[in-house]
């Protein structure tokens, strides 16, 4: 299948910092990312849709000023947590659909002290 | 309220004992996809199911798509040690393609003891 890398794997940062999570679809090219978060023991919760050139699509209840979508190319996506807290602490998951399928990143895991 | 409803959530069973995860829902899906998560890891997709009454079989693993495309189950068969892990299902929903957005159960966490 698709392969979609996920950097870095893990990172862990002071409160009131911003940590940058890139998401690249490493054999295809993807008009179209999604970002999901998870937390322990849960199923995977949608966070937004990035679209290659245009503007994120947010979930309701997402702060789109505090996760920050950026689809510059067609094999990238970025996700910046901005000002994290402690709560923000989770797994950072993105896919990539190709072909009507998504595939699935590693996975960031994010801890803010 | 969950858009697709995933039971058991938890299933901790024998080798070599038989089982099934069922997705149910109320809403149709164009498709529906079974993933597979091991801790620490992104979901690695197990297949895909598009037509309604679909069966698909991948080794001892058995989906199959309702006739509606409401619902979907995986049975697996003689489960060992191996098939351990996080077991998820997700629906896709949305007009068209390109604005589909996949909808996930709340996963099953199934234990095989040696």
């Known amino acids: 299948g698709a392969v979609v890398s996920q950097h870095p794997s893990w990172v862990i940062c002071k409160s009131g910092t911003s940590v940058k999570i890139e998401c690249r679809s490493l054999d295809f090219q993807a008009t179209t990312m999604f970002w999901y978060r998870q937390f322990p023991k849960q199923s995977l919760m949608l966070m937004a849709t990035?679209?290659?050139?245009?503007?994120?699509?947010?979930e309701q209840g997402v702060e789109k000023d505090k996760f920050l979508i950026n689809h510059a190319s067609l094999t990238l996506s970025t996700l910046t947590v901005t000002s994290a807290h402690p709560e923000d602490s989770s797994f950072y998951i993105c896919s990539a659909r190709v072909l009507g399928t998504q595939y699935f990143g590693p996975g960031t895991r994010l801890l803010v002290l | 309220t969950q858009l697709l409803e995933q039971s058991p959530q938890f299933l901790s069973i024998q080798e070599g004992e038989n089982l099934t995860v069922y997705c149910n829902s109320s809403s149709v899906f164009s498709s529906l996809q079974w993933y597979r998560q091991e801790p620490g890891e992104g979901p690695v997709l197990l297949v895909t199911?598009?037509?309604?009454?679909e069966v698909k079989k991948l080794k001892r693993l058995t989906f199959q798509f309702g006739d509606a495309r409401k619902d979907s189950s995986l049975h697996i068969t003689a489960a060992q040690p191996g098939d351990t892990g996080l077991y998820l299902c997700?629906?896709?929903?949305?007009?068209?393609?390109?604005?589909?957005?996949?909808?996930f159960g709340q996963g099953t966490r199934l234990t095989i003891n040696p």
């Open positions: 990035s679209n290659e050139g245009s503007k994120a699509t947010y």
């Open positions: 997700a629906g896709a929903k949305g007009p068209f393609q390109g604005a589909q957005k996949l909808v």
């Open positions: 199911v598009v037509t309604g009454g």
